[in-house]
């Protein structure tokens, strides 16, 4: 038989996927793969109960509906410090992998480097292999998770032809300074390189930290593409809108490139999701409020079972340190992986091995997130209280 594309073998299947599929299979809580387990506003489910009916059903122009990229670029113009053309600045997608996945392959030629943070978000390594691209990878250093400038200016002394900037950071939780920011930005102007945003979680932000768009930043806009998407705003991650928002002469070309991977976004979908595009102020001062009470619930209850972790700046993410765990005889020889089934089997909680993330030799860190209720994160607590049991 013919021999299989050789790109496929340089990555595996998404270990966070692979993390829900063994908690379904065994009546886990899943704290793994990152989606709420409570509903979208109830004023775009009654605009999509609408669009069910009334339409439409058709394709819409495949780099977006007019109405929602109108409505997106009305939203993002004062944030980003440009006014952005609906029609010639924006390519609504299907969902924000898609977003990245366009943005690289418009920027990215076969051979071409790219720098990637790590720990990072497992789908950039996989973004850049299928793109034909070389990861540059450079560390964030805990525990506040900075990077030095020196490595990263001896990153872009490779000529990489972009940077891929995911703030606030998946998994760290990590938001980026506006001096850190304007170290990238520096470099990237410097060394003439595009910098790639994921920027997902824009609108979860924990006070007193604040959330500074890249291409909001002098000079940035024509080097910035950013993507994001509607899936955590909006607890709506099954409805998979995403976009990217750029340069004119950048963005024509991600049109193309977005056409023939999935032609276009849904369009019932588009039509319901405007609703939230439209939301005014106090919706995201409601998220925000949300979720720093689902933090802080679940920071004090990892505290009072006396479990080192992070306490994420921005998302819904918190990396626990397992060190004094793989440090127990029954645990001699485990993997971070292994940890993670094992805990899933036999605690009843799903999380994701940290060494899906980092380039770096590092099992020590497994992911959890907080977008679940209350009661949801109450019950995870009280069976991750059998973690302690191991250590008497």
């Not at 793969?33 to 819409?60: C, M, N, T, V």
């Amino acid at each position: 038989m013919p021999e299989l594309s050789k790109r496929v073998s340089q990555f595996t299947d998404s270990v966070i996927r692979r993390m829900t599929r063994i908690s379904d299979a065994h009546g886990a809580i899943n704290l793994s793969q990152g989606f709420p387990d409570f509903d979208p506003p109830r004023e775009i489910l009654d605009a999509l109960a609408k669009a069910s009916y009334a339409g439409p059903h058709q394709y819409s122009i495949t780099f977006g509906a007019s109405n929602f990229r109108r409505a997106l670029a009305d939203k993002q113009s004062g944030p980003f410090g440009h006014d952005i053309n609906p029609d010639t600045e924006i390519v609504v997608t299907c969902g924000g992998t898609e977003a990245m996945m366009t943005a690289m392959m418009t920027v990215c030629n076969p051979g071409d480097k790219v720098i990637v943070f790590s720990p990072f978000y497992e789908n950039y390594g996989a973004d850049a292999i299928l793109s034909g691209a070389e990861p540059i990878y450079v560390p964030l250093l805990p525990p506040d998770f900075h990077f030095d400038p020196a490595q990263l200016e001896a990153a872009f002394q490779q000529h990489p032809k972009a940077l891929i900037l995911c703030n606030p950071s998946n998994p760290t939780g990590k938001v980026f300074t506006r001096e850190e920011l304007s170290t990238i930005a520096a470099l990237a102007e410097k060394y003439d390189a595009f910098v790639i945003t994921d920027e997902v979680y824009e609108h979860i932000i924990f006070k007193p930290y604040v959330h500074t768009y890249f291409c909001s930043l002098p000079g940035m806009w024509e080097r910035t593409i950013s993507c994001s998407s509607l899936s955590k705003t909006y607890s709506i991650t099954g409805w998979r809108l995403g976009y990217l928002i750029g340069p004119a002469h950048v963005i024509e070309r991600a049109k193309q490139v977005h056409d023939f991977l999935t032609v276009g976004a849904a369009a019932p979908l588009q039509e319901a999701a405007v609703t939230g595009l439209r939301f005014g102020p106090e919706y995201y001062d409601g998220l925000q409020k949300l979720y720093t009470e689902k933090r802080d619930f679940f920071v004090e209850g990892l505290d009072a079972l006396g479990l080192a972790h992070t306490v994420p700046q921005g998302s819904y993410f918190i990396m626990v340190d397992i060190a004094k765990f793989l440090a127990l005889p029954q645990f001699k020889g485990f993997s971070d992986l292994e940890f993670c089934e094992w805990v899933i089997r036999n605690v009843g909680v799903a999380a994701v091995p940290g060494s899906s993330f980092f380039r770096e030799d590092v099992n020590n860190f497994i992911r959890l997130h907080f977008a679940r209720s209350r009661d949801t994160l109450a019950v995870a607590i009280d069976r991750l209280s059998k973690l302690n049991d191991l250590l008497k």
